[in-house]
């Protein structure tokens, strides 16, 4: 066995652990980062960068069907998957490449490739070759799909978004089990690409919202081209040749049969905590296996172990990972002296059409601990004179303020161009602009942004009323 002593040791070479590694090296720390599997991050690889591809390709395709909506015909659309499939490929190597070059930036004694475990506080083994004392440890392992058990070991049919990305071509049918991000970002896309999809969701939730109104436009919005079934749950599965024959029950009992070429399961990510060896690290765990950690410094209890990106469960995506990993790295670099990092507003996008945004304080936390004390404005976009005009008015945006201060606390929205409108408003919430204050900003015309505005308007008659008085159709014509 390999003995090494090192001061810190960052386990996985994502996004985080590489974040990780650079920010401890840059303390002057003596520091090796350590990786199971491929190179190259969960993003690049199998997540941000090949699934916004195939949406991409998917908006290409449905630029298409809007035409005609305009009075031009682009004649007969031909989808070819082979060629949809080849871009989405060579274009994700491009990207996991550029990662790759990062990683081997770093000196080779300090990548060590190998599963690590604890063995103890201070010590890793790795698989059975290596052993590693580190004075400190950053965890940045990432999660993996969650796999239902009525489904585990039916077939090759059984699929997760670690595999689509490597297919040849696009499949004839897909059953996609959840409608959280990934569910309705790659059912919306494959829809849109000429696959028939039914996405299948045991509740009523679609992503990240929690606004009952956001939702409901939501799911008006996306019922329009989905075949999105609801309150229905997974009962089996069973691989019949190249095909997969899923069973399902909906809210009133009733059994369903249908077959699909591929059945994409969406059901959530766990972090990847299982077979390390936890127990010997003597950190205390929550009731979810993680690790019980401080989010302002990524510290471990008071000990000298650190998590970071998801691993820890917080949010996860690919900024918080990068964040995560500077403040877990500089802080095992410099332990004992243990400083709070930069968190940034909460800001989560999913990549549908029309984009579901989630910014700052969610309905649901400013609801938590009883009546809500804070005021909501609203516009829908169904009238909003720019969305009309490019044909995309679907959904709704809700803001909303604390009573008093008037001081902007988040939002939540289905819109066009939502990942645009919610960077605008995170930065606001992020300079504690008062809803006056963001009203006396310059507002174009036209634009979505005075959508922004129309909303804005509504919470500031709220705030001064006290009310929450919002009219459902309140629209902004355009004139
Ligand atoms: C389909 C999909 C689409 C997504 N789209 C977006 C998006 O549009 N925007 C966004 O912000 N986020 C998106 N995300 C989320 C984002 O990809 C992740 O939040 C981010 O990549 C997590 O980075 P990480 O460093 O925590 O984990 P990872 O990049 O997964 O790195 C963890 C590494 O640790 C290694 N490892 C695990 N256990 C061990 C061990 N015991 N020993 C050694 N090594 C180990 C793993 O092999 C892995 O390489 C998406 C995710 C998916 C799946
Ligand atoms: N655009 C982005 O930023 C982006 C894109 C993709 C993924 N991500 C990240 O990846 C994470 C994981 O994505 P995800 O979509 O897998 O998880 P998710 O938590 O967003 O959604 C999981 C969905 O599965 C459903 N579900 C859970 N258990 C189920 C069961 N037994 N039967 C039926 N449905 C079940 C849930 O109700 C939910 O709708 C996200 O939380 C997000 O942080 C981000």
């Not at 959508?451 to 705030?463: C, E, S």
Request: net charge negative; hydrophobic share 40%.
């Amino acid at each position: 066995m390999k003995k090494m002593k090192v001061d810190v040791a960052v386990i996985g070479t994502g996004t985080a652990g590489m974040s990780a590694y650079r920010a401890a090296v840059a303390q002057g720390a003596r520091t090796v980062v350590i990786e199971s599997g491929p190179y190259g991050t969960t993003c690049a690889r199998v997540g941000c960068m090949p699934s916004k591809l195939l949406i991409a390709a998917a908006d290409a395709a449905h630029m298409l069907d809007l035409a005609p909506g305009f009075g031009v015909h682009p004649g007969d659309k031909r989808i070819d998957g082979r060629a949809v499939m080849e871009r989405v490929r060579k274009e994700r190597d491009r990207f996991v490449g550029f990662v790759l070059e990062s990683v081997e930036s770093f000196p080779l004694e300090d990548r060590i490739r190998g599963h690590a475990r604890f063995t103890g506080p201070h010590t890793l083994q790795l698989d059975e070759h290596t052993e590693i004392e580190a004075a400190r440890i950053v965890i940045a392992t990432g999660s993996t799909p969650v796999i239902l058990p009525q489904l585990q070991g039916v077939g090759p049919g059984i699929v997760t978004s670690d595999d689509v990305f490597d297919w040849d071509d696009l499949p004839g049918s897909v059953a996609v089990i959840g409608t959280g991000v990934i569910g309705l970002e790659l059912g919306q896309a494959l829809t849109r690409l000429g696959v028939k999809v039914s996405l299948f969701a045991r509740g009523g939730s679609l992503a990240q919202l929690s606004d009952p109104e956001v939702l409901g436009a939501a799911r008006h919005a996306l019922a329009q081209e989905l075949d999105l079934r609801f309150q229905t749950e997974v009962v089996g599965a069973e691989q019949q040749g190249e095909r997969v024959r899923l069973t399902t029950r909906d809210a009133r009992g009733v059994e369903t049969e249908e077959h699909f070429q591929y059945v994409l399961l969406a059901t959530g990510r766990a972090p990847n905590l299982h077979g390390m060896g936890l127990e010997a690290s003597g950190l205390e765990l929550t009731a979810n296996g993680v690790p019980d950690f401080d989010s302002r410094t990524m510290q471990c209890g008071t000990s000298h172990i650190f998590i970071a990106g998801d691993a820890n469960n917080e949010l996860p995506l690919l900024a918080e990972a990068a964040d995560h990993g500077k403040i877990a790295g500089e802080n095992a670099g410099r332990y004992p002296d243990v400083r709070p990092g930069l968190r940034r507003t909460p800001l989560s996008i999913a990549f549908t059409e029309p984009n579901i945004a989630t910014l700052g304080k969610s309905y649901k936390a400013l609801c938590a601990g009883g009546r809500p004390k804070f005021a909501i404005g609203q516009v829908s976009f169904v009238n909003q004179g720019r969305s009309r005009v490019m044909l995309q008015n679907k959904g709704m945006l809700r803001v909303y303020a604390e009573y008093g201060s008037c001081r902007f606390l988040g939002a939540e929205m289905i819109g066009p161009r939502g990942e645009h409108l919610a960077h605008l408003l995170a930065w606001a919430a992020q300079a504690h602009l008062t809803v006056p204050q963001m009203l006396d900003m310059p507002f174009y015309h036209p634009v979505i942004e005075e959508g922004v505005r129309t909303a804005l308007r509504d919470l500031a008659a709220n705030l001064a009323t006290r009310t929450n008085h919002t009219d459902a159709a309140d629209s902004e014509p355009g004139t």
